[in-house]
């Protein structure tokens, strides 16, 4: 399998990029209303984002319920601001969705979030796990579910659920891409709802496909969706940790039709096309056609594509780097890298609202998982690279890499290894 691997970065000895802080925090803070059961039961500490989405005017960020006390699990704050602040974060749509940060569990609402997308008619998909205290003691109190708001009115305006036999007792669904690109038909193309969306079951790994035209779903199943036994400890500036995480990277290539993913637990990146996975559920006893795309030099979470021209963004994390690659010319690029501003970036968004511009959602996750977090120092931060777009080689403002960290597959201009069960 190794033969074919592509070695995506190694360990980087470059100078790193300037990053824009658009955002930064040591601990979350919300504009509370006026409700005192709310505020006793926040726990900062335990509060840490792990979704990033740029809407036209809003960054917003999913909050999920790691442990006890987060107060809302999504929320914006406004893209307009000096780069650098550190805003109170506003409850999106609402507080009335937010019952379960005082501890009401109202189903309806909005109870665990890791991550949302905005799809090409400005509405917002959320994806809601149901459980909470995942880090703890994982407690399921609703099912998973999507919600879609209008981001012009923050209205509900669709609710998806997914059918029981798709789920497993572990299911925890933290990621979700939709894919606008399978329609048949320029009027079909009009419509909304005509998209599918793939969704990431990290602890019991698998991948739910939604046919939002049909409202069906299905569930398709790989072992490289789950994580690696030998990569599942990390190390992050000298701070080490374990984490046994399935798949959970996720990005889309709309030209070449293919879906990237990659389990936390492992240093490789996998792919397979979205015509297999939106065909149907597969027949029974046959393999999904998952290829190797190519090994990193560590782990990693945030994974993008730009669509322009097919390059993959994604952060090495021991590495605290944010890296791009572009599989078709085999070109490499270094676009930062900062020990302090890149530490754990649960996301790396090719964002289409601000002209292509890069943004990560760096998190210092380890900090929090093991207890360690310090309101002293900055522990969130939302960065952004302006680079002029991956097409044009960043503006000659990314580092190249060195050649020799770096080696491609003989074999990749026809296709990578197709991996087995």
């Not at 990033?52 to 006390?69: F, N, V």
């Not at 991550?115 to 917002?124: E, F, K, S, V």
């Not at 998909?125 to 981001?151: E, H, N, Q, Y």
């Not at 399978?182 to 009027?187: A, D, I, L, V």
Request: charged letters at 20%.
């Amino acid at each position: 399998m190794g033969t074919y691997a592509v070695i995506l970065l190694a360990w980087l000895a470059v100078a790193s990029a300037t990053l824009e802080v658009v955002n930064q925090w040591s601990l979350l803070q919300f504009d509370f209303p006026p409700d005192p059961v709310l505020l006793e039961k926040y726990q900062p500490e335990n509060t840490v984002p792990t979704g990033l989405e740029i809407g036209w005017d809003r960054i917003y960020l999913g909050i999920p319920r790691l442990r006890a006390g987060v107060p809302a699990t999504l929320a914006w704050v406004p893209r307009s601001l000096p780069p650098g602040v550190s805003p109170v974060l506003q409850a999106y749509p609402d507080w009335s969705w937010h019952s379960a940060g005082r501890g009401d569990i109202n189903c309806t609402g909005l109870i665990s979030v890791y991550r949302m997308r905005a799809d090409r008619c400005n509405r917002l998909w959320v994806l809601d796990a149901g459980v909470i205290t995942s880090l703890d003691d994982f407690r399921r109190v609703c099912p998973p579910k999507i919600l879609i708001f209008d981001m012009a009115t923050d209205r509900l305006v669709r609710s998806v659920y997914f059918p029981r036999e798709l789920l497993r007792p572990s299911s925890l669904l933290t990621n979700i891409v939709l894919d606008d690109t399978r329609s048949s038909s320029h009027r079909l193309t009009a419509t909304c709802d005509n998209i599918f969306a793939y969704i990431s079951d990290t602890v019991a790994p698998g991948i739910i496909v939604y046919d939002g035209r049909r409202d069906n779903a299905w569930r398709v199943t790989h072992a490289s969706m789950y994580p690696d036994p030998d990569m599942g400890e990390y190390d992050i500036g000298g701070d080490r940790f374990t984490l046994m995480d399935g798949v959970v990277g996720l990005t889309h290539s709309p030209a070449q039709g293919l879906l990237y993913y990659q389990p936390l637990a492992t240093d490789r990146l996998f792919s397979v096309s979205t015509a297999v996975l939106a065909a149907g559920p597969p027949a029974e006893g046959t393999d999904l056609p998952v290829n190797l795309v190519g090994r990193k030099s560590s782990q990693g979470l945030g994974i993008a594509v730009d669509p322009r021209d097919d390059t993959i963004i994604f952060s090495p994390m021991s590495e605290t780097a944010i890296a791009a690659w572009n599989p078709l010319a085999n070109t490499h690029r270094v676009l930062a890298q900062d020990p302090e501003k890149l530490q754990f970036c649960a996301e790396v968004r090719w964002a289409e609202r601000d002209g292509g511009a890069v943004w990560a959602l760096s998190t210092r996750f380890h900090k929090y998982f093991k207890r360690t977090v310090s309101k002293h120092e900055i522990n969130v931060r939302v960065v952004r690279i302006v680079e002029g777009g991956l097409g044009g080689g960043y503006g000659g403002r990314g580092f190249s890499a060195p050649p020799q960290i770096f080696r491609r597959s003989t074999r990749f201009a026809n296709a990578t290894k197709t991996l087995k069960h």
